[in-house]
């Protein structure tokens, strides 16, 4: 069974950076896609950020200039770089992993705050 574990989250304030992180607990093989999708209270998950295997990366454009979505394939990890944090990107941030063959994998979510 895939697990994906999300870490990095927390409360920072406005300006700040935060990274995200999210391993799987095991080797996920044939992937077709990663990412980060983020919930705030009374709204829809949204994309974020997603990087394909060939290394093509996509931004919401909430967020294009700010974060940086990236992947470490040796360490089955892939991160989120969050600069100029902003109150409005509080949410509860998930990472997504689908194969080629369609399989979907999501982690539990990690909560990101940003307030003065």
């Known amino acids: 069974q895939v697990q994906l574990v999300e870490s990095g989250g927390g409360l920072v304030q406005p300006g700040e950076s935060l990274r995200l992180s999210c391993a799987a607990s095991?080797?996920?093989?044939?992937?077709?896609?990663r990412a980060w999708y983020r919930q705030a209270p009374g709204k829809q998950r949204e994309l974020v950020a997603h990087?394909?295997?060939?290394?093509?990366?996509n931004y919401a454009d909430s967020v294009k200039g700010r974060f940086t979505i990236s992947r470490d394939n040796a360490r089955n990890t892939v991160y989120l770089q969050m600069n100029s944090l902003k109150p409005e990107d509080t949410a509860v941030y998930y990472c997504?992993?689908?194969?080629?063959?369609?399989?979907?994998?999501w982690g539990q979510g990690t909560q990101v705050t940003v307030s003065s």
């Open positions: 997504y992993t689908r194969t080629y063959r369609g399989y979907e994998y």
């Open positions: 095991t080797i996920i093989f044939n992937i077709d896609r």
């Open positions: 990087i394909t295997y060939g290394g093509a990366t």
